[in-house]
């Protein structure tokens, strides 16, 4: 059984390269069949796993291991092509690795690739989709740009958690923080300062509106943003997405909420609603900034969300 290995060069700021050398030496002593696969300038991630899963209904399964994080995993959600014939397995890598955090990928690198070896623990996940009706750029002008559809993982957030993944994307911090394996305190470091001049938002979402909204997440997994709970009964095996929204909350009550968070225990806290649908279409007053797994690319005010027509299969899963 051949398993393709995709390996992302600045995963967790180059921890990917380094978790893959140690990987490998651990695939050899296994005997396990395998090719890796490294991006290139013209040759990206998104590109190697579609002509990696572009086969027909008929053919034999196609198994991915991804050597890197939540948004090298995202990139390669976006690129398969026939879903029914690929397989997907993950080292964790990155800086936030939320997706592995929800499913319990964790253990020796030895202990990982035989999960992921198992086939017979390969489980089949939810996926939502993201389909941005208006693209704006980083100065908030209007892009003449069809739809924008994204895939994701774990979960797409409008507003000021899509903002502090764009502040860390230009910041030097957070490469020199994950080099050292402590790119949370990153997240912390510009979450806080962010917090002061960010400007809220109104928000209608289906029949409901929001006012003074922080930010707004639409969940397939119990975690985003490096390890928060926003919705912590999120599961990728209900057929439904969960919702937090965050509105008229003052600087001492997120304070107070983010360490809560972290453990899901903010539900129920005045300023916080929690939902569950198949899909949501949300409206903003004014374009604000939408994260996908971490990955940011446009400003949005009209975007709709649904659980995606296609599952994910993932090897590696704890067996029921």
Not at 81 to 99: E, H, K, W
Not at 141 to 147: A, G, R, Y
């Amino acid at each position: 059984m051949l398993f393709h290995v995709i390996v992302n060069p600045s995963g967790g700021s180059g921890h990917a390269i380094r978790v893959w050398r140690s990987v490998e030496r651990v695939a050899r002593e296994r005997g396990m069949e395998y090719s890796v696969h490294f991006p290139t300038d013209t040759y990206l991630i998104r590109d190697i796993v579609h002509d990696l899963t572009n086969v027909p209904d008929s053919a034999d399964m196609v198994y991915l291991v991804i050597i890197g994080g939540d948004g090298t995993l995202n990139v390669v959600l976006n690129g398969i092509v026939n879903f029914s014939r690929t397989a997907v397995g993950l080292i964790p890598a990155g800086s936030g690795n939320d997706f592995a955090h929800s499913r319990g990928l964790a253990g020796s690198y030895g202990d990982m690739l035989a999960r992921i070896s198992d086939v017979s623990r390969m489980q089949a996940l939810d996926v939502g989709c993201a389909v941005l009706h208006t693209c704006f750029d980083d100065l908030g002008h209007h892009l003449d740009i069809p739809e924008k559809s994204v895939l994701f993982n774990n979960a797409v957030g409008l507003g000021f958690d899509a903002q502090v993944c764009v502040t860390i994307q230009h910041s030097k911090l957070h490469e020199r923080l994950a080099k050292v394996g402590l790119a949370k305190l990153a997240y912390v470091g510009t979450a806080l300062p962010l917090l002061r001049r960010f400007q809220n938002f109104s928000l209608q979402m289906g029949d409901a509106r929001y006012e003074d909204v922080l930010f707004a997440a639409i969940m397939v997994e119990p975690y985003e943003g490096g390890g928060f709970q926003f919705c912590p009964s999120a599961s990728p095996y209900d057929g439904v997405l969960d919702s937090c929204v965050a509105h008229g909350v003052s600087l001492a009550d997120v304070a107070s909420l983010l360490p809560k968070a972290l453990k899901g225990e903010h539900v129920g806290a005045e300023g916080v609603e929690i939902e569950q649908s198949p899909s949501y279409h949300l409206r903003t007053d004014h374009p604000v900034w939408i994260q996908a797994d971490g990955e940011v690319e446009y400003r949005t005010d009209d975007v709709s969300v649904r659980v995606y027509e296609q599952k994910l299969n993932v090897l590696g899963l704890e067996k029921d």
